[in-house]
T-cell receptor, first 110, second 115 residues
């Protein structure tokens, strides 16, 4: 299982774009990159998943370079409510368990 | 929007007692999971369940733990003899388990406190 490394914490201000980078040097061919968000005392919530290049949804964008050894979650114009822990995960296959690391604790300030 | 529900939201028990945590996954999902999160620590996988049997389990999921899908809607986690170190938030999750997106939907959790 590919190990992921991401910053422990980040600070930002309302209205800014936030980019959280995750490294996964040992990612395998069949692995997907997935990001979850967790608010205090709540279950994790799926944000976005991608395999290569760029994926965008209504919440975020995910940038994956050609070698797939890293990925960047981009949150446009964050608000105070985006304060949460963001987890980068490498997922082998649909249905498989999720292996969470420590995540990145994002603090959005006014 | 359908969601995973869990009961109770908070369970307090004495060490050595049995507890059953209950979950109602999203109705058309095929994969079911239990995770736990000790306060201040990361989310840890316990077990996955598919086609009425365990498909994966972690080292944490020892003989004290069991899961069951007693009917078409509920998914339960039983801890036979609770220990102090079982105190944690327990999350149930479900997923379709197919298609390009492997999205697991998590419930709100049950906070288990073992005294």
């Amino acid at each position: 299982l590919a190990k992921t490394t991401q910053p422990i914490s980040m600070d930002s201000y309302e209205g800014q774009e936030v980019n959280i980078t995750c490294s996964h040097n040992n990612i395998a061919t069949n692995d997907y990159i997935t990001w979850y968000q967790q608010f205090p005392s709540q279950g994790p919530r799926f944000i976005i998943q991608g395999y290569k290049t760029k994926v965008t949804n209504e919440v975020a964008s995910l940038f994956i370079p050609a070698d797939r050894k890293s990925s960047t979650l981009s949150l446009p114009r964050v608000s105070l409510s985006d304060t949460a822990v963001y987890y980068c995960l490498v997922v082998f296959n649909a249905g498989n368990m999720l292996t969470f690391g420590g995540g990145t604790r994002l603090m959005v300030k006014p | 929007e359908p969601e995973v529900t869990q009961t109770p939201s908070h369970q307090v028990t004495q060490m050595g007692q049995e507890v059953i945590l209950r979950c109602v996954p999203i109705s058309n999902h095929l994969y079911f999971y239990w995770y736990r999160q000790i306060l201040g620590q990361k989310v840890e996988f316990l077990v996955s369940f598919y086609n009425n049997e365990i498909s994966e389990k972690s080292e944490i999921f020892d003989d004290q733990f069991s899961v069951e899908r007693p009917d078409g809607s509920n998914f339960t986690l039983k801890i036979r003899s609770t220990k102090l170190e079982d105190s944690a938030m327990y999350f149930c999750a479900s997923g379709r388990g197919s298609g390009a997106i492997n999205e697991q939907f998590f419930g709100p959790g049950t906070r288990l406190t073992v005294l």
